[in-house]
T-cell receptor, first 110, second 116 residues
Framework: EDKVVQSPLSLVVHEGDTVTLNCSYE??????LLWYKQEKKAPTFLFML????IEKKSGRLSSILDKKELFSILNITATQTGDSAIYLC??????????FGQGTTLQVKP | SAVISQKPSRDICQRGTSLTIQCQVD?????MFWYRQQPGQSLTLIAT?????????ESGFVIDKFPISRPNLTFSTLTVSNMSPEDSSIYLC?????????????FGSGTQLSVL
């Protein structure tokens, strides 16, 4: 069965800290791996990764995919209170649907 | 990215009633997806709605409980029928991006449903 596992499930840090969120998967074939940030109801898109070893960056956030070891990480440097959210990892499989991990709840304290 | 309008934003409903959630996209899209997020849980796909054909439901979800309409390429509705407290969740519609961004899925603003 296709599976996406995120760790840790929750994390509390202080402003300025750097965090690394993990996403491992057991999916035979997939089209892409996506990261989302969910603050209230709607997940907002962060990154899409398709190739191994190529880092995607957007400001303080970056992400990379390792298809050999079957995982992806999302890094956030110099965290701010506005980074507090649930971070979701999802795999888009060949049928087009997304399979989501459980999410990591990040709380950034002032 | 697509602009997706979803309504209602939230509702409180009585057990046994039904609620229809609407999703309007600002561009034509082939596939629309409906997700459910139960409290403290991640997102689970309910069904995929294609224009001109029956929706495809995931295991554990049936058409009688979650009927879906897809009358055109910019609009879809999901009805939660004969509601029980277990249906209390966030419901989200999702569409693919346009052009080269088609692999990215974007989400509507979500509907927070509470069933008493």
């Amino acid at each position: 069965e296709d599976k996406v596992v995120q760790s840790p499930l929750s994390l509390v840090v202080h402003e300025g800290d750097t965090v690394t969120l993990n996403c491992s998967y057991e999916v035979t074939n997939f089209r892409s791996l996506l990261w989302y940030k969910q603050e209230k109801k709607a997940p907002t898109f962060l990154f899409m990764l398709t190739s191994s070893g190529i880092e995607k960056k957007s400001g303080r956030l970056s992400s990379i995919l390792d298809k050999k070891e079957l995982f992806s990480i999302l890094n956030i440097t110099a965290t701010q209170t506005g980074d507090s959210a649930i971070y979701l990892c999802a795999l888009r499989i060949n049928t087009g649907k997304l399979i989501f991990g459980q999410g990591t709840t990040l709380q950034v304290k002032p | 990215s697509a602009v997706i309008s979803q309504k209602p934003s939230r509702d409180i409903c009585q057990r046994g009633t039904s609620l229809t959630i609407q999703c309007q996209v600002d561009s034509q899209v082939t596939m629309m997806f409906w997700y459910r997020q139960q409290p403290g849980q991640s997102l689970t796909l309910i069904a995929t709605a294609n224009q001109g054909s029956e929706a495809t439901y995931e295991s554990g979800f049936v058409i009688d409980k979650f009927p879906i309409s897809r009358p055109n390429l910019t609009f879809s509705t999901l009805t939660v029928s004969n509601m029980s407290p277990e249906d209390s969740s966030i419901y989200l519609c999702s569409v693919e991006g346009s052009g080269q961004g088609y692999e990215k899925l974007f989400f509507g603003s979500g509907t927070q449903l509470s069933v008493l």
